[in-house]
């Protein structure tokens, strides 16, 4: 089982960027396909990420592609989401997340995919 605990987040004004780590323990981390999701008050849990075992694969959302990458460094046991050119609606809590298994499929934009949670850090973008 693997414990997820996501840093980096803040405040930060419109046109800025964060970058958001994710730190594993407990667990084979390599092993995991991993993912950002956010929530933004009173929306769903939405795909931002993913990333597959080794770092080759990502996968990102229309929201964010173009604006957003998403990496990892195995020997830390470590993924990270750099963002940029932040907008006001890109406010929300960000979650790292831990998907058992190396398969890469369509359903690594799925929250059911992934079995591991981290409490998750807030982004606020002002205008």
């Known amino acids: 089982q693997v414990q997820l605990v996501e840093s980096g987040g803040g405040l930060v004004q419109a046109g800025g960027a964060l970058r958001l780590s994710c730190a594993a323990s407990?667990?084979?981390?390599?092993?995991?396909?991993m993912g950002w999701f956010r929530q933004a008050p009173g929306k769903e849990r939405e795909f931002v990420a993913a990333?597959?075992?080794?770092?080759?694969?990502?996968d990102y959302s229309d929201f964010v592609k173009g604006r957003c990458t998403i990496s990892r460094d195995n020997a830390k046991n470590t993924v990270y989401l750099q963002m940029s050119s932040l907008k006001s609606e890109d406010t929300a809590v960000y979650y790292c997340?831990?998907?058992?298994?190396?398969?890469?499929?369509?359903?690594?934009?799925?929250?059911?995919?992934?079995?591991?949670w981290g409490q998750g850090t807030q982004v606020t973008v002002s205008s």
């Open positions: 990333v597959n075992w080794s770092g080759d694969i990502t």
């Open positions: 407990g667990g084979f981390f390599s092993s995991y396909t």
């Open positions: 997340a831990a998907a058992s298994g190396r398969l890469w499929t369509i359903s690594t934009r799925a929250r059911a995919r992934y079995e591991f």
